[in-house]
């Protein structure tokens, strides 16, 4: 027997009408490329979203085509956001982080239809437009007035221009909730990127669980900063959560430096902010010299890569804002897990309450993970045994866009699991805590080493800006971990300094072999470290004593 409840789909068009019904005064401030601030409303968002699904229907595209974006967190992206998958066609935000020649290789292989782009990526769009023959349509996310001449890009429209033709009275259509609303293609580390192609179910269910109080807690009283970026995994779910809860949303566009982003917080009166750790790392350089605090902002959600445990202990102690640690992947839209306490544990000590707010949480509903050996065998919830991560869930990838076979790995009873390539211990509470990227592993005597542990105890030293651990070949352990450090501006620490801080901090056998001064360690596309371009970078290098 059928339950006999209303059958509605679950689509991102509903978002924006729940937010221009119930929200419809809740604002929306952006930071232009031009540097202004523009702010509007939810009614603008959804009457301007509109006239985008028009000007897309007048272009002719088809159901399931492909719009890609090269822009900034700001209202006209969110506008594309809804224009574009509200009226059933597929938004591909390209990461302009990427190598020109990744850009060109991934708008073809999405045969992407139209590039709408901020101007500040207008040489990207020059060095790539000849590259990528399927793109019908060229729009600059600008004025009329400013849309910038003798670019060579053919038919290039400001995007004012294209939507001011169309009137705003447009109705949503409805259709299959499992209809592809957005892509994103993984960072590409190693060999060419691979997409995870969103459906209109998975991001909306992935939006209410956000919301959720152990989650994100957003509620119509937040103002949100999305810092994280709108052209990576739809800058975690965001521009979806906040609709569905009225929230006011703030966009930061280009300006990432800590000076802006503060001036942001504080003008605004964020209460919630989201974002990686390099970017928080730049806020809080700002504020330290000036003793600069925060008048609103309560909570951060920090995640991407590994949050330094200096870096929660700093927001919490100094400037009271509770750090959310958060883990996920492109492949999981991107949310799997956060790191809120459980009722049991707020008696415990300071001390003890850090030692799990460290951890990368626990699994929002809609997730599950588990912990596999080499032989595919479940591990136990100790919280010391780690193993391969795998998870499933509604918001999970089953596929790759165009992919050949199945990521997914069956289990006894031939349910369908995707491997991280994360390895991870769970504690017995269910609190999940990355220990490596299978691939950064490092295996010394036959024992394993977190890297990520290692490069945690060095950016708890006062004089350390960032730390990368790599495992470098030793005759006798096989590999042995080095640790290269960027002092702060102005600091210093010498070599022997920093290993003797390492003493009582982790087992001796652990504590690097060396330590390596960089200038800088490299980054990819998403702000997280590249340890194969450093170890390119050392190659030649040498253990001392070998
Ligand atoms: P991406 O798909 O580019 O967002 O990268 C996903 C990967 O980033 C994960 O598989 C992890 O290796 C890493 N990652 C994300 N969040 C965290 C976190 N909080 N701690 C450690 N690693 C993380």
């Known amino acids: 027997m059928l339950g006999l409840m209303q059958s509605q789909p679950l689509l991102i068009s509903s978002l924006l009408e729940f937010a221009e019904r119930h929200h419809s005064d809740g604002e929306i401030v952006s930071r232009r490329v031009e540097g202004d601030i523009h702010r509007y409303t939810y009614r603008q968002l959804a009457s301007r979203s509109r006239q985008v699904a028009r000007a897309i229907e007048a272009l002719g595209l088809q159901f399931s085509d492909r719009v890609a974006t090269l822009a900034w967190n700001g209202y006209r992206h969110l506008e594309l956001y809804f224009g574009v998958s509200g009226s059933g066609r597929v938004l591909h935000t390209v990461n302009p982080r990427l190598h020109p020649d990744q850009i060109a290789w991934i708008m073809n292989h999405a045969e992407d239809q139209v590039l709408c782009f901020d101007t500040t990526f207008l040489p990207l769009v020059q060095a790539v437009h000849a590259r990528c023959p399927t793109v019908k349509r060229w729009i600059a996310l600008c004025d009329a007035d400013k849309l910038p001449a003798d670019t060579g890009i053919p038919g290039l429209i400001s995007y004012e221009a294209w939507i001011a033709e169309q009137s705003s009275d447009y109705a949503w259509p409805e259709f299959d909730e499992n209809s592809a609303s957005s892509m994103c293609y993984t960072s ?10 969103y459906s209109h179910r998975s991001s909306v269910l992935h939006a209410y669980a956000a919301a959720l109080p152990d989650v994100m807690n957003l509620s119509a009283r937040d103002a949100v900063l999305p810092v994280v970026p709108m052209f990576h995994v739809n800058a975690w779910g965001l521009p979806y959560s906040a609709p569905l809860t009225g929230c006011k949303l703030v966009f930061p566009g280009p300006a990432l430096d800590g000076k802006s982003v503060y001036e942001l917080i504080e003008a605004e009166g964020v209460t919630f902010a989201a974002g990686v750790p390099t970017v928080w790392q730049m806020l809080l350089g700002h504020m330290k010299p000036g003793g600069l605090k925060f008048t609103h902002l309560n909570r951060t959600v920090i995640g991407g890569s590994a949050c330094p445990p200096a870096m929660i202990t700093a927001f919490q102690d100094d400037y009271g804002v509770e750090v959310l640690h958060a883990w996920g992947m492109t492949e999981m839209s991107p949310l799997g897990t956060l790191c809120t306490l459980k009722n049991k544990h707020l008696g415990l000590s300071k001390d003890e309450q850090m030692k799990i707010r460290m951890k990368q949480g626990r699994a929002i509903y809609g997730v599950d993970m588990k912990i596999i050996d080499g032989d595919g065998e479940e591990l136990p919830w100790d919280g010391k045994t780690y193993g391969d991560l795998l998870v499933k869930g509604p918001w999970i990838v089953a596929n790759y866009y165009k992919g050949e076979g199945s990521p997914l790995v069956a289990d006894k009873q031939g349910r369908g699991w995707f491997p991280t390539g994360d390895v991870a211990t769970i504690d017995a509470d269910g609190f999940m805590q990355i220990t490596d990227r299978s ?66 901090k982790t087992a001796k056998w652990q504590i690097p072999d060396d330590v390596i001064f960089v200038e800088s360690i490299p980054l990819g596309a998403t702000g997280k470290m590249l340890k194969t371009r450093l170890r390119e970078q050392l190659t030649g290098y040498q253990l001392p004593g070998i």
């Not at 590409?188 to 192609?197: E, F, I, M, S, V």
């Open 188 to 197: 590409g580390t190693t060999g060419n990127p691979k997409a995870a192609l």
């Open 439 to 504: 691939k950064d592993v490092i295996k010394s005597g036959g024992e394993w080493i977190s890297s990520i542990d290692i490069e945690n105890i060095a950016m708890g030293h006062p004089a350390i800006a960032m730390a990368a651990c790599i495992g470098m070949r030793h005759p006798k352990w096989d590999e042995r971990p080095v640790i290269a450090v960027v002092k702060k501006p102005g600091a210093e620490v010498s070599r022997e300094e920093l290993l003797t801080f390492y003493e009582g």
